[in-house]
DNA sequence: CTGATTTTGTATCTACAGCTCAAGAATGGA
DNA sequence: TCCATTCTTGAGCTGTAGATACAAAATCAG
């Protein structure tokens, strides 16, 4: 009864996500766009609307991509502490690997939009506020079963190792020093 | 012999800060810079070359107040480990009364830039490799005065208190909870 | 096949970013 | 006071961002 897209929105939208979080958002032109995913301006705002709404998705995407990993990961199977060591160390050689130095979208987006962007605004707090929990609640299943300090303030230890990914990953754009970055990963599980 | 400046190209670069810092470099355009430092297109370029070398301006100009401030606060007289504990204080105090949220504009600039922009990207090293040698001397110090373990690493404390400001920083962009905040601040200082 | 409907490619629009230029206005030395 | 020089004003240039218009093409129910 009509005519059918001639690609794939959903696979459309995870290479968005890839040019938006190397490029930002700012840098990332509809050009830039249409020549990633193979399709014309036409096609473009016909299956997204706007540059913003196709980055919402975006985001979205790389919450329920990157995000949601590392909570399930953390949430798996394990001793807690290990598994928050590996997390930690997943993020710092993710980092190092990172050839085109793209960081982590959220912290990206949360310098590039101000508070006034209230979908990106709030996308990028619930990434936030979801790595978080995840850790905070390994954390305390470490506290039962003896391996973390159970007087230790869990809450405050999820807040640390937050701040130390961000850190981590913002220190990584401007020098990937191995050593460095291994250093504030160690130093911040040593809190544990 | 000439016509002299109607302007103060001095003050002019703090102005330019304050605008680059709280817009980003993308996020700002020549016309906002004339009318915040009060001046036409024509004197601002005659006097600034291009609006990227202006903004190499206002970052070294934010070396200069902001980073040395925090060197100098580090360097300065007490016990080493109270320099630390108000140097971070100071930094979380910062960010919750940053109303424009514009964060720390080096690490702002580490996410806008990528290392293809030479100049900044060293400015930028620089920033962050002299506040965490500042830290470093002064926990270094700490170790020497007995409030320390000097067994400790000092270095690889000094890379935990960079990532965690870092991570202060970015995290108060999207979400300034004093309580949040705080804990990472304190759990960071109890590392020492 | 037909036709109602949706997608696509090309051309193009508006607005503004980033910058330049010409003409006039200050300046201080002679 | 005149002059060489530098600064200012503001119109306006070039290029592109972000998006639209629209005709042609594809789809499939009947």
Redesign the interface.
């Known amino acids: 009864m009509a005519r059918t897209k001639g690609f794939d929105p959903d696979a459309a939208v995870d290479k968005a996500m890839e040019v938006f979080w190397a490029n930002?958002y700012?840098?990332t032109t509809p050009r830039q766009l249409g020549a990633a995913l193979g399709i014309g301006p036409g096609s473009l705002y016909n299956a997204f609307t706007s540059k913003h709404a196709l980055y919402e998705r975006a985001l979205r995407r790389y919450y329920e991509r990157e995000t949601v990993r590392l909570i399930e990961f953390l949430d798996g199977p394990g001793s807690p502490r290990a598994r928050i060591r590996t997390a930690i160390d997943l993020i710092v050689t993710a980092a190092l690997d990172d050839r085109e130095?793209r960081?982590c979208m959220a912290?990206?987006a949360?310098?590039?939009f101000?508070?006034e962007d209230d979908v990106v605004?709030h996308l990028?707090?619930r990434i936030?506020?979801r790595q978080?929990a995840a850790f905070r609640s390994t954390i305390e299943e470490g506290q039962r079963a003896g391996e973390i300090d159970p007087e230790a303030?869990a809450?405050?230890?999820a807040?640390?190792l937050?701040?130390?990914?961000?850190?981590?990953r913002?220190?990584a754009?401007?020098?990937p020093n191995p050593a460095?970055?291994s250093?504030?990963a160690?130093?911040?599980l040593?809190?544990l």
Chains 1, 2 share one sequence.
Not at 162 to 168: E, K, P, Q, S, V
């Open positions: 930002g700012a840098g130095r960081g912290a990206n949360a310098i590039e101000t508070d605004h990028v707090r936030f506020d978080e303030d809450a405050a230890l807040a640390l937050l701040a130390t990914i961000n850190g981590i913002v220190l754009k401007a020098d460095r970055l250093a504030m160690e130093t911040a040593r809190a």
